[in-house]
């Protein structure tokens, strides 16, 4: 897979927290694309466990860290409707092409977005698989059949993922640079887990 010149990754994320899956997610996309946006938002199938500013302030630490010049922060894309988000980015760059980047366990989502064909019809679906996370034909099928063009990302994301982080908080699973603001401010219960 090879991206155009004007290509931009989207990768909107709930970063409740951002995990170690979000950083190898993030730093892969770097050598796939030319220009990778992200931004934190609120997920509607999802109960947020933070508020969405403190999610925002916890992937701006990791975009940080990762330090690419390919990678920004964009928070005024944050929407809980993609079709809202990709009306933003058309705004902000109307000569792009855009390729909306998921993790293959919310695959499954797609055709339940609102204004789903919509959406495919302005942006490809780039799917990175995440371990444990095996996206079926049938998946890619019901996309397709919305009009959606799919791009299967050519690396794997490992499956430390959000969920798992919130239900037994362990530092192993978030970057390194987010310990400090995650105990001093007792996010997830990490500080009570060390005790």
Do not use: C
Request: glycine share 4%.
């Amino acid at each position: 897979m090879k991206a155009k010149i004007n290509s931009i990754a989207l990768f909107g994320t709930s970063a409740d927290p951002p995990t170690l899956g979000h950083q190898a997610l993030l730093s892969e996309l770097t050598k796939v694309f030319p220009r990778v946006i992200t931004w934190a938002s609120d997920n509607p199938d999802k109960k947020h466990q933070i508020p969405l500013l403190k999610r925002t302030e916890l992937l701006r630490i990791l975009v940080k860290k990762i330090s690419h010049p390919k990678l920004e922060l964009v928070q005024d894309l944050s929407s809980p409707r993609t079709i809202h988000t990709l009306k933003k980015a058309l705004q902000l760059w109307p000569d792009a092409s855009f390729s909306f980047v998921i993790g293959s366990d919310l695959a499954v989502q797609i055709p339940r977005w609102l204004n789903a064909k919509s959406v495919l019809n302005k942006a490809k679906i780039a799917i990175a698989i995440r371990d444990g996370w095996p996206i079926s034909d049938n998946q890619l099928e019901e996309i397709k059949k919305l009009g959606g063009e799919i791009d299967l990302l050519p690396f794997k994301v490992p499956g430390s993922s959000s969920s798992n982080f919130r239900e037994k908080p362990q530092e192993a699973l978030v970057p390194s640079e987010l310990i400090p603001t995650l105990l001093e401010e007792n996010l997830y219960g990490l500080a009570d887990n060390r005790k």
